[in-house]
């Protein structure tokens, strides 16, 4: 509809005010966006997780729902200083389950098969720069010797190889957010104004 | 502070105006794109793809056409397809995204493509939907018993699913492949949006993630493959013009300091 149209152009306009510097046309768009984004996500998690999880079990009589819904509710003793330590009993559960879950993950996907993979890749041109790279930029970051001599040089190149990990994720950021403009531009030129 | 507003009003301009004069600029496909597009066409069409939304409302003008893109891929070629959202803001965008491609090639509810929904804790859903995707979302996002629908009746868990794709512009697909790729055995396509892509392709290059689909340019590259231009190859035009314009600038600004410095010198 045209004025929903509208109101989402106006709207886009007002977060493009801050170009010009600090205002309330801004203010207004980004409380109202925090707000509507803050307030969806509530409603999206009563609706699929405390109903279906919590509410209807409850009232089928599946009394074990009940074991979850006090874990959770002991979170919120936090806000009273005397009952605050129960809340440690769902967190202590959280973070052991979730460090559990997670270090055999993470050691297996982000350290032993990287690893790997660098090690096995060193049969190529390509892979006999990602192992250098890999070891002089570890070698930047001991800090426990002095950066001097063939250790020091090794540690240069491997800033080096840093920088040219971080130019090419900004040139990405840009990239990014150029693709973020072109969206809400196309919106503003076909869909609102229809001159595209 | 006013070479910033010009900087700004000048980028605005160019790509308005691209945008208007809508050239045709050619598009080369990456590798990456390609092994993605020739994975999904190699799949039979009984095949089922798991398509999670993992990202916010605001990344959307990025990411949305590569959801959009492998949707239609799959959808054309009768790929079943399984949606659900890891991220509260992702859940709305991914069902009307994926509805609207089903309506377009003529694809039922239920039979042909089914969404789960959204489910927080990615950690505990990813797990979880390894051993039996029932008990994580017992109910489709329309509150249906997936029991009830002919293809939630059909997966079970991973083992019935032939690819996972997070289209993601955080790191979520990286839980996709500690717990989905390396603890079951899932091929995971990563469709990120451009600024997260150094973070993932090591985790390429290691062969931890199938494939990588870049963000808007991904989404061009894909479209030029189905032969369907949309929002990616639109969007290509202006993109470059920014990056014209921008790389101008910083040769521009690198040339006043290097001059600036010789006189200050002399």
Known sequence: MWWETTITALLTLAIYTILVGDNPIFKFAEHLLLGLSIGYSLVVTVKSILIPQAIAPLGDGQWAALIPVILGSAMFLRVHPRLAPWSQIPLALLIGAGAGAAIPAMMQARVLKQTAATISGSGTVDGVIILLGVLVTLMYFVFTRRHTGAWGRAAVAGRYFMMIFFGATFAYTVMSRMALLIGRLEFLLSDWLGVI | ?266
């Open chain 2, 1 to 266: 502070m006013r070479a910033r507003r010009i900087i700004f009003a000048l980028l605005a301009v160019a790509m308005i105006a691209v945008m208007i004069w809508r050239p045709r600029l050619p598009i080369t496909v990456t590798d990456s794109t390609r092994a993605v597009f020739a994975m999904i066409d190699a799949l039979d069409s009984n095949a089922v793809v798991m398509i999670s939304f993992d990202h916010e409302a605001s990344s959307l003008p990025e990411i949305g056409p590569i959801g959009a893109a492998i949707a239609d891929h799959c959808f054309r070629r009768g790929i079943k397809v399984v949606g659900l959202a890891l991220f509260s803001e992702g859940n709305a965008i991914g069902y009307d995204l994926l509805s609207r491609r089903a309506i377009r090639q003529g694809r039922e509810y239920g039979d042909d493509w089914i969404y789960l929904g959204f489910r927080p804790q990615y950690t505990a859903a990813i797990l979880g939907m390894g051993e039996d995707i029932g008990e994580v979302f017992a109910t489709d996002y329309l509150g249906a018993p997936l029991s009830r629908l002919p293809l939630g009746a059909r997966v079970r868990n991973y083992e019935d699913i032939d690819l996972v794709v997070s289209v993601a512009d955080g790191s979520m697909p990286t839980y996709w492949i500690e717990y989905a790729a390396n603890r079951y055995g899932e091929k995971v396509v990563a469709a990120l949006s451009a600024v997260m892509v150094t973070s993932f392709t090591p985790y390429q290059e290691s062969g931890q993630l199938a494939g990588i689909l870049t963000g808007l340019k991904g989404a061009a590259e894909y479209e030029q493959l189905l032969q369907s231009p949309a929002a990616g190859v639109r969007g290509m035009a202006a993109q470059s013009a920014a990056h014209v314009l921008i790389a101008l600038l910083v040769l521009w600004g690198n040339i006043e300091a290097w001059r600036s410095r010789k006189r200050r010198a002399a």
